[in-house]
């Protein structure tokens, strides 16, 4: 099956620096992709929409300067948590899905890149 | 609304056991697709099984199965003869033709899998 790729698995940063977090589709071209941000024991929060060769699209209450997106090529979307916080430690995860016209095909989910911010 | 309702936060299931896991989803779309994803501790997010909305038979996978009430917007996931392997969150998914890539998750059910 096709395969999203997500790295790094985890990280852990100074609080105020800011950390790259890439994801990639491997074996098919995702004109969009999804970022997911979840804390422990809940569900998937979608953040905000990636789009290439476009600005992204972020859900209310997600800071545009705080994550910034950049879906540069039609297999790369980068999420870049900018001057990171405590507040900020959580599990980032990001999907995609081979281009389809209907609702059949399934999401592919990254690996999931865990922050903390110390 | 939400789009996808999971109402069972927790669940415990006798090891070799069948339980069910239910999921109720609101569109006004006649072209979806539901979708159950495991999330085990290590966080990555595994497919299961996927029904379509016009399917008229119930989708399975394995020992998994998926009892689809369209009337009653139900999609509620049968996992039969459980594993220790099995105990991991499970959520419930749904894609609308309509809006097309989106995918809206439920809350989850962390199953756990007793001996």
């Known amino acids: 099956g096709a395969v999203v790729s997500q790295h790094p698995s985890w990280v852990i940063c100074k609080s105020g620096t800011s950390v790259k977090i890439e994801c990639r589709s491997l074996?098919?071209?995702?004109?969009?992709m999804f970022w997911y941000r979840q804390f422990p024991k809940q569900s998937l929060m979608l953040m905000a929409t990636?789009?290439?060769?476009?600005?992204?699209?972020?859900e209310q209450g997600v800071e545009k300067d705080k994550f910034l997106i950049n879906h540069a090529s039609l297999t790369l979307s980068t999420l870049t948590v900018t001057s990171a916080h405590p507040e900020d430690s959580s599990f980032y995860i990001c999907?995609?899905?081979?281009?389809?016209?209907?609702?059949?095909?399934?999401?592919?989910f990254g690996q999931g890149t865990r922050l903390t911010v110390v | 609304a939400q789009k996808i309702t999971q109402t069972q936060p927790g669940m415990f299931v006798q090891e070799k056991e069948a339980v069910t896991l239910d999921c109720t989803y609101d569109?006004?779309?006649?072209?979806?697709?539901l979708f159950w994803y495991k999330q085990p501790s290590s966080g990555e997010m595994i497919f299961l099984i996927y029904?379509?909305?016009?399917?008229?038979q119930n989708a399975t996978e394995g020992r998994y199965s998926l009892n689809f009430q369209k009337a009653r917007k139900s999609a509620n996931l049968v996992i039969s003869a459980s594993q220790l392997g099995d105990s991991a969150m499970y959520f419930c998914?749904?894609?609308?033709?309509?809006?097309?890539?989106?995918?809206?998750f439920g809350t989850g059910t962390s199953l756990t899998v007793i001996p």
């Open positions: 999907s995609a899905s081979p281009p389809s016209r209907d609702a059949n095909t399934e999401a592919f």
């Open positions: 074996d098919f071209q995702a004109t969009t």
């Open positions: 990636s789009n290439e060769g476009s600005k992204a699209t972020y």
């Open positions: 569109t006004s779309d006649q072209s979806y697709g």
């Open positions: 029904q379509g909305s016009y399917d008229e």
């Open positions: 998914a749904m894609r609308e033709g309509r809006t097309g890539n989106q995918f809206y």
